[in-house]
């Protein structure tokens, strides 16, 4: 029988685990749970107050903010590791590169950017995650995400 993987119906924390038990060709059945489901905590995290916000203005600098100081920060620094490192992390590929590509791909939906496009080797490392064996036929598969509040 098959380990079952709980998650919400999103591509966000889940869809590391994902590639990685499609890269290694275990059998999974991937439930998705609605956002009826979700916890509600009060979370202050900029992220959550950009997704949040409707005013449009305010939205456009919230924005900036996350990219030119949060996004920027990290990412600039994974990038230079990834450098250093042969392209990856720890010198070969492991569980932190698809991480990265869940969160990339997360935070790119939510933000509605490439955030990689700025970082090179994040973006050599997306895109060599998304065409390995199981992985890309999963996400060809499943297609874009489509969040509903």
Sequence with gaps: MAKKLHYFNFIALAEP???????????????????????????????????????????KKLKRVIMDE???????????????NGGYFSGKLSWVEFVLCG?????????DTELEKKYPRVEAIIKHIKSLPGVKEYVEARGPNVFKQ
């Design 70 to 84: 949060t996004i920027d920060f990290f990412f600039s620094r994974l990038d230079k590791d990834l450098k250093e």
């Design 17 to 59: 685990i994902r590639y990685i038990l499609h890269y290694t060709k275990q059998e999974f059945e991937d439930v998705r749970h609605d956002h009826r489901f979700w916890p509600n905590p009060e979370f202050k995290e900029k992220v959550v107050t950009f997704i949040k916000e409707t005013d449009p203005e305010k939205k």
């Design 103 to 111: 969160l990339v791909e997360a935070s790119n939906y939510f933000l």
